[in-house]
């Protein structure tokens, strides 16, 4: 039913999801009770999950959550789902205010709300606001913060042309919008059919629209030697680098993610 649209190991994996989600077993207890035979309603489920998946529909949005830095996030098609890339921006993060627990923090472009929940998590001193435009997403990162037990401070507003007034930040995260509309024949179908365009593309007239914007709102939110962490399209390195240099940012570097790439921007004010 799978394939070709999965290679053999990926359709295995997915198989196993389908059958821990409508069993609610783990694989050590599914490998257990091969043996045992399952209702016609559980089937059902899982011939369900099978068809949704054949018709390249993220497996997070059927199950209807993602695992993002020991978190459990609600996913769905309002809301980008979590990557690994993601992740590993949290990860740089941490590891670089180690000794900053205390820290004010704004996450632009919250979507699914999972960095600000990350940070949240992990800077349990600090104070996290979340910024995002469109109102469904916003209601499902609220929730993401209700589930997860976590103090979040969500505001509804345009990073484009904001109109709240907000207090001076340490630390400002994004991970905007940076897909240019040409890149979209290099995505894959489960992407361009399922998830919301408004968090993906930007015109390729003006691609750094969304860092032009981030880089205004520090001019007057971001407090003197705080930090910025972006993620950004691996094309776009040179010129995200340039934006911040000629805005007048500090040690403005971009960096590598675990394949190498350009894929995050990190600079000081």
Same mark, same amino acid.
């Given at each position: 039913?799978?394939s070709?649209?999965?290679?053999?190991?990926?359709?295995?994996?997915?198989?196993?999801?389908?059958?821990?989600?409508?069993?609610?077993?783990?694989?050590?207890?599914?490998?257990?009770?091969?043996?045992?035979?399952?209702?016609?309603?559980?089937?059902?489920?899982?011939?369900?999950?099978?068809?949704?998946?054949?018709?390249?529909?993220?497996?997070?949005?059927?199950?209807?959550?993602?695992?993002?830095?020991?978190?459990?996030?609600?996913?769905?098609?309002?809301?980008?789902?979590?990557?690994s890339?993601?992740?590993?921006?949290?990860?740089?993060?941490?590891?670089?205010?180690? +000794?900053?627990?205390? !820290? =004010?923090?704004?996450?632009?472009?919250?979507?699914?709300?999972?960095?600000? %929940? @990350?940070? $949240?998590?992990?800077?349990?001193?600090?104070?996290?606001?979340?910024?995002?435009?469109?109102?469904?997403?916003?209601?499902?990162?609220?929730?993401?913060?209700?589930?997860?037990?976590?103090?979040?401070?969500?505001?509804?507003?345009?990073?484009?042309?904001?109109?709240?007034?907000?207090?001076?930040?340490?630390?400002?995260?994004?991970?905007?919008?940076?897909?240019?509309?040409?890149?979209?024949?290099?995505?894959?179908?489960?992407?361009?059919?399922?998830?919301?365009?408004?968090?993906?593309?930007?015109? +390729?007239?003006?691609? !750094? =629209?969304?860092?032009?914007?981030?880089?205004?709102?520090?001019?007057?939110? %971001? @407090?003197? $030697?705080?930090?910025?962490?972006?993620?950004?399209?691996?094309?776009?390195?040179?010129?995200?680098?340039?934006?911040?240099e000629?805005?007048?940012?500090?040690?403005?570097?971009?960096?590598?993610?675990?394949?190498?790439?350009?894929?995050?921007?990190?600079?000081?004010?």
């Amino acid at each position: 039913m799978l394939s070709p649209e999965f290679p053999p190991q990926e359709i295995n994996s997915l198989f196993e999801i389908a059958i821990e989600h409508s069993l609610h077993l783990s694989k050590i207890e599914i490998h257990k009770s091969l043996d045992k035979n399952i209702t016609l309603r559980d089937e059902k489920n899982i011939l369900s999950i099978l068809t949704r998946l054949s018709q390249a529909e993220p497996i997070q949005y059927i199950l209807g959550y993602a695992s993002f830095y020991d978190l459990q996030i609600k996913v769905n098609p309002n809301v980008l789902i979590p990557r690994s890339e993601t992740e590993y921006l949290v990860e740089r993060i941490l590891h670089d205010q180690k +000794d900053n627990p205390s !820290l =004010k923090i704004i996450d632009l472009c919250t979507g699914s709300g999972c960095i600000a %929940l @990350a940070l $949240a998590k992990n800077l349990y001193q600090s104070q996290v606001f979340a910024m995002e435009y469109s109102k469904e997403a916003l209601r499902v990162a609220k929730q993401n913060a209700l589930n997860n037990k976590l103090d979040v401070h969500f505001v509804h507003d345009n990073l484009l042309s904001p109109e709240k007034s907000f207090p001076k930040f340490n630390l400002l995260v994004s991970n905007p919008p940076y897909v240019r509309e040409s890149e979209k024949k290099l995505m894959h179908k489960n992407v361009l059919n399922f998830e919301p365009e408004i968090a993906l593309f930007v015109p +390729d007239a003006d691609p !750094l =629209k969304f860092y032009s914007a981030i880089s205004k709102f520090a001019v007057s939110y %971001l @407090a003197k $030697a705080g930090h910025i962490y972006l993620e950004i399209n691996e094309a776009l390195g040179a010129e995200c680098k340039e934006l911040f240099e000629s805005a007048g940012y500090k040690n403005v570097r971009i960096l590598k993610d675990l394949e190498n790439r350009d894929r995050y921007l990190h600079a000081t004010k």
